[in-house]
């Protein structure tokens, strides 16, 4: 080193080997004694380990898949600030206005499943409601609050006598048997 002196050197910067090998301090690296701040654009080619909280103030970019990971014996949570607003969760095929809502939270209140960002399952404080056709193998339940139900689409089961109204006119043509007093 032929001289270095502290006048070339800017409070708080943080000393590095420039281009050309001599020693100078970057504006986009400083330490003020407890925090290490890098402002500009940064590339991290390993595992960058935060063993607390990170703070970032924008947009937060992932080029792959976000893994949560820790203890598998824990909870994980994603938190959301958003007062009285919803949290999304979006999908892309890039660009902005590309976005489609796939899901929305509302703080307190309902969630929403979207289908080609169209409103298909919604919660409620008294159950959900569903947009479109419900296929399931099995549906339990008393049915005590189905309506609108179309009996001539019932191919087989039971309907329970609590069901029928207590007469029932029948138009019959031809013959006719029944187990029981008709």
Do not use: C, W
């Not at 049915?143 to 029932?168: E, F």
């Amino acid at each position: 080193i032929n001289s270095l002196k502290e006048s070339d050197l800017t409070d708080n910067r943080v000393v590095i080997a420039g281009a050309s090998g001599e020693i100078e301090d970057s504006g986009n690296l400083t330490f003020n004694g407890s925090t290490l701040a890098l402002t500009g654009n940064q590339t991290i080619s390993s595992t960058l380990a935060v063993q607390s909280n990170a703070s970032i103030g924008t947009d937060l970019a992932i080029g792959g898949e976000l893994n949560l990971l820790g203890s598998s014996s824990s909870n994980k949570y994603i938190d959301a600030n958003i007062g009285t607003d919803a949290f999304h969760i979006r999908g892309t095929s890039g660009g902005d206005s590309n976005h489609v809502v796939m899901i929305r939270a509302y703080r307190a209140g309902a969630v929403e499943l979207n289908h080609n960002g169209n409103k298909k399952l919604e919660t409620k404080s008294g159950g959900i409601t569903v947009t479109g056709n419900v296929t399931a193998g099995t549906f339990t339940g008393n049915g005590q609050q189905i309506t609108n139900l179309n009996a001539s689409n019932i191919t087989t089961g039971t309907i329970s006598n609590d069901r029928l109204p207590a007469t029932i006119t029948s138009q019959i043509n031809g013959n006719a048997t029944s187990a029981d007093t008709v």
